[in-house]
């Protein structure tokens, strides 16, 4: 790919499918709302306040518990309420015991406009919570991953050996950064590269290819990164006669650590003659940038 530049996109997912589309203008209409059609006279509204929700993980297993969670979807007794960002308050047109389910709520590709919950964190469910009418009750929910979610890949740089490697056609590499260093986001180290005037490409893929659920089961690749240059993310798609390079998102640059799910779903499930996948990133120097500082952590490929 020599020199060639990446357009200027902010996370732009490059393939969607119609559901997809559609979960995507579902916060539009939801957000902020909280139903007035219960099938009751009742007019005086109890209220909800959810300041966030955490996240716990096993670390062996699931590694750390960075997470980016900016929603909640509210069902009272099984029925979609609303969906609010948090911090919230909202209203429950409900008064005495009923049944409530909080799902954790993502940006999906770091797009506000597709808002989902997403599918590997446990709903949080209160089967015999209290409403009370004119009244503010505060709930600090907390979630964890399901029990049947799939950690395909893991990199936290904390080991001696780094599961990513450069391909043949970059010129530069990745690192773990110095101990403790300011730079690191969480632990002791994180994953760096450098572009500059003497390395101005950089396309890194994971040394291991791994076997992926289609037929729309999900597919989500975590990561927490900064960076100063545009990167790209996709796969090699393994046939039994040939290796597709497929892109997925491109990630704009950042002065501060972000969080962002990405979907591999439609791309997996779309090979459909793939046997294995390789999780590649891309990066090409900017022009005008003498070096550009590319930072990742916490990276999990994760599927049902």
């Known amino acids: 790919m020599g020199k060639n ?164 056609k970059s010129d530069t590499t990745i690192d773990t950064t110095s101990y403790n260093s300011p730079l690191v986001f969480q632990g002791h180290y994180s994953g760096v590269s450098y572009l500059d005037v003497s390395h101005y490409f950089l396309e890194i893929a994971t040394k291991d290819s791994y076997e992926l659920p289609g037929l729309g089961s999900p597919v989500f690749l975590e990561l927490n990164f900064k960076i100063s240059n545009l990167v790209a993310i996709g796969v090699y798609a393994q046939t039994i006669s040939q290796i597709e390079q497929i892109p997925i998102i491109i990630l704009n640059n950042t002065d501060s650590w972000k969080k962002i799910y990405i979907n591999f779903t439609p791309t997996v499930s779309g090979s459909t003659d793939a046997i294995d996948f390789k999780v590649y990133f891309q990066a090409s120097n900017e022009i005008g940038v003498t070096q550009a500082e590319l930072l990742f952590d916490n990276i999990k490929l994760v599927h049902r």
Request: with cysteine; glycine share 4%.
């Open 5 to 168: 530049k990446f357009p200027k996109a902010r996370y732009m997912n490059l393939t969607w499918s119609k559901l997809l589309l559609v979960i995507g203008f579902l916060p539009f209409l939801l957000f902020f709302v909280s139903c007035d059609k219960f099938e009751s006279d009742q007019t005086i509204p109890s209220y909800l306040h959810i300041d966030s929700i955490g996240l716990v993980t096993d670390y062996e297993l699931q590694g750390t518990a960075s997470h980016r969670i900016v929603d909640v979807w509210v069902y009272v007794d099984d029925n979609l309420i609303g969906v609010f960002e948090l911090p919230a308050t909202f209203p429950v047109l409900k008064e005495g015991i009923h049944k409530l389910t909080l799902k954790p709520g993502i940006k999906m590709n770091g797009i506000a406009a597709t808002r989902i919950p997403y599918p590997f964190y446990e709903s949080i469910i209160y089967e015999n919570f209290n409403f009370i009418i004119d009244n503010v009750d505060t709930v600090n929910p907390t979630t964890q991953y399901m029990s049947n979610t799939q950690f395909t890949w893991m990199e936290d740089f904390e080991s001696g050996s780094i599961s990513l490697e450069p391909t043949t």
